[in-house]
Each structure stands twice: as structure tokens, then as C-alpha cells.
T-cell receptor, first 114, second 115 residues
């Protein structure tokens, strides 16, 4: 199957700083990438849909100015958590798709804001 | 709106016993359905998917699932569970009817396997 790489796998940052998470499709061109957030012992909640070369579409309740998403190429999307606060601590997972196939998931990023 | 329900939050089975994880969905048309497995601190691995055709779907690791339109269900089964199957299992439906569209996930079922 297709490989999606997410980096970093773990990050600890200080409150008020920004953190960037990368999602790369290693062996295919991803027309669409999705960003999910998973709270402890909870399901995955979609944050935004990212199409290459266009602005991301955010789900209701997700602050677009706090969670900046960039999809500059067909193999890379980034999620930047700006001015992070402890409540932003979570597990973030990306997925990538190409036409008429299922989504392939990255291994996730554990963000801890201290 | 599309939704997915996994009624069982936590299930414990003995190694070697059979397993069935329940999943019900709400969707107006023929859904794209998926089962994923997640180990602690890891991403999601696709076990199997249903797009169309045969309603009994075979997946990896000996898992299978059956799509039952009349019951709006897509239950996951395995005839003999191994200790390595302990993980969290998520059922998902492709929102908007497309396989490549965003996924709506159930709340997950945590599987524990007793020796």
C-alpha cells in the first residue's frame, strides 16, 4: 500500500510558541490530505481538508487562524499550531488520498504543550 | 448527516476465541465503509474496506466484515483472536459517498485479549 510519513512523531513545546507538523505521501501524489485530531480515549475528529494549491476547508469549530494548513505540493501538507496552549495538546493524524482510492494514514504526532 | 456507531466501547476476549465488533452507520446512499486498527500511540492501519460488490469482505490479519444494508451494519469478525490483535478498532464511513472523501469515524472499540 501507499506510504504516508508524518513528522515529528512526538513534540514538546512551550506555551505560546508555534509547532509545525509535516505530512508526506512518499510514493504517490496526494490530491487531497486530511488532518484529524484525536483526544485521549476518543475518536478521530476531522479538522480540515487540504487540496493541493488551494485553501484548506476547515470543519465547524476549528480555528483556522490557530491551525494553519498548507498544501504546497502533491506530496506535502503541513499543519502549524500557532501560539500553542496546553489545551492544544493532542494526537494529530494526517491522511492522504488519490482519486478513487481509500485514505492512507500517517503514524501520528503527539503534541504536548507545557 | 452521516454517522457511525460502535456500541461496544471495550471488549475482552480470550486468545483463540472468536470476535465480532459491531458497527452501525447512518447514510442515505450506498456507503463506502472501512475498518481501521490503531495500536497505542500509532496511526491507523486499514484492515478492510467495502465499496461495492460482494458484501462479505476479506481483510488482512484474518479479519472479515459483512455489509448488511437492511441492518445498516458492517460488523468485523475474526474466527480466532491472537494476543497481537489487542488494539483499538475504528469503523468509518466515507462522507459524501466518495472513497476519497473525508471519513466519519465511530468512537472506537478497545479490544483486550486474555491469555
Amino acid at each position: 500500500g501507499a506510504v504516508v510519513s508524518q513528522h515529528p512523531s512526538r513534540v514538546i513545546c512551550k506555551s505560546g510558541t508555534s509547532v509545525k507538523i509535516e505530512c508526506r505521501s512518499l510514493d504517490f501524489q496526494a490530491t487531497t490530505m486530511f488532518w484529524y485530531r484525536q483526544f485521549p480515549k476518543k475518536s478521530l475528529m476531522l479538522m480540515a481538508t487540504s487540496n493541493e494549491g488551494s485553501k484548506a476547508t476547515y470543519e465547524q469549530g476549528v480555528e483556522k487562524d490557530k491551525f494553519l494548513i498548507n498544501h504546497a505540493s502533491l506530496t506535502l501538507s503541513t499543519l502549524t499550531v500557532t501560539s500553542a496552549h496546553p489545551e492544544d495538546s493532542s494526537f494529530y493524524i494526517c491522511s492522504a488520498t488519490r482519486p478513487n482510492t481509500e485514505a492512507f494514514f500517517g503514524q501520528g504526532t503527539r503534541l504536548t504543550v507545557v | 448527516a452521516q454517522s457511525v456507531t460502535q456500541p461496544d466501547i471495550h471488549i475482552t476476549v480470550s486468545e483463540g476465541a472468536s470476535l465480532e465488533l459491531r458497527c452501525n452507520y447512518s447514510y442515505g446512499a450506498t456507503p463506502y465503509l472501512f475498518w481501521y486498527v490503531q495500536s497505542p500511540g500509532q496511526g491507523l492501519q486499514l484492515l478492510l474496506k467495502y465499496f461495492s460488490g460482494d458484501t462479505l469482505v476479506q481483510g488482512i490479519k484474518g479479519f472479515e466484515a459483512e455489509f448488511k444494508r437492511s441492518q445498516s451494519s458492517f460488523n468485523l469478525r475474526k474466527p480466532s483472536v491472537h494476543w497481537s490483535d489487542a488494539a483499538e478498532y475504528f469503523c468509518a464511513v466515507g462522507a459524501g459517498g466518495g472513497a476519497t472523501n473525508k471519513l466519519i469515524f465511530g468512537t472506537g472499540t478497545l479490544l483486550a485479549v486474555q491469555p
